[in-house]
């Protein structure tokens, strides 16, 4: 028998002007929201005006909450209750986690799906979607873990001629990876892998708070990267294939 319902609504890429109507009339009728925010970054000010949207309180979750789910789930028996999330929902693996959670306790489920990096990341490089390999989160390295995960995909990627998408690490203590950081991780990653996929000048699509009012899409060499550091926002890496068909090299070097 199924007991309470918990709902994951994305609020999209442009903070709580990128929640759907459906969205915002869910949260009008739940009767009480969280919100994580350690998944992805928004906007300041999205969760107050989102407050003033529905109309109701949200409660900011830390990431051990979101991660143990006790509280969530313990609160979503009781009635219908929601986590806002930036983006889409199902990104995440934790929310993934988080919902079969709630089946197994016999809460229903419910999901409201909303713009996500993935797509618009695409759609602004003007690389073509089919041309996409298996993206990669590229994380920080630190003295006792250096993953190159993110290079063996980049370079299985390149290998077939398809794109990588890149997802830069968000760490709670050192924060968004920025620009000229993930520069300094892919050369230290060539040093180390030595399959000559990058130098200073290799060039990159920089796609920098997409949704947000001031995006920043550039196309430029690694050693460029650090110019875009102040600019707000989450960002992504795109690197191109080898060969570019010629309406994607015209489109990067024109309109980014």
């Known amino acids: 028998m199924q ?23 869910a949260l009008r009728a739940c009767s009480k929201i969280y919100a994580e925010q350690y998944t992805n ?24 909450s979101v991660e143990g789910e006790k509280e969530l789930l313990d609160a ?24 079969l959670a709630a089946k197994k306790r016999g809460i229903e489920t419910d999901v409201i799906h909303a713009s996500s990096v993935l797509s618009a990341a695409i759609g602004e490089s003007g690389l073509q979607a089919y041309k996409f390999g298996k993206m990669v989160t590229l994380a920080y390295w630190r003295d006792n873990y250096k993953p190159m995960s993110a290079y063996d995909v980049i370079s299985e990627n390149l290998s ?35 399959k000559k996929i990058f130098t200073p000048e290799t ?33 992504v890496l795109i690197v191109p294939s080898a060969n570019l068909h010629f309406l994607e090299l015209e489109f990067v070097q024109v309109m980014l």
Do not use: F
């Open 41 to 64: 970054l928004v906007p300041r000010g999205t969760l107050a005006r989102l407050e003033a949207l529905c109309g109701k309180k949200i409660q900011l979750l830390l990431r051990e």
């Open 203 to 235: 060039k990159v699509v920089l796609l920098k708070g997409m949704g947000w009012r001031e995006p920043t899409k550039k196309y430029c060499a690694l050693s460029g990267l650090a110019a875009y550091d102040g600019k707000e926002g989450p960002a």
């Open 160 to 194: 077939r001629n398809l794109h990588t998408l890149l997802l830069l690490d968000i760490d709670e203590k050192l924060g968004p990876m920025k620009p000229s950081a993930a520069a300094e991780v892919l050369l230290a990653m060539e040093k180390e892998g030595k």
């Open 76 to 99: 979503a028996e009781g009635g219908a209750v929601a986590l806002v999330v930036a983006g889409d929902p199902m990104i995440a693996t934790t929310h993934v986690s988080l919902l």
């Open 3 to 25: 007991k309470g319902k918990l709902l994951l609504i994305g609020t999209g890429i442009s903070g709580e002007r990128g929640i759907s109507l459906a969205g915002l009339e």
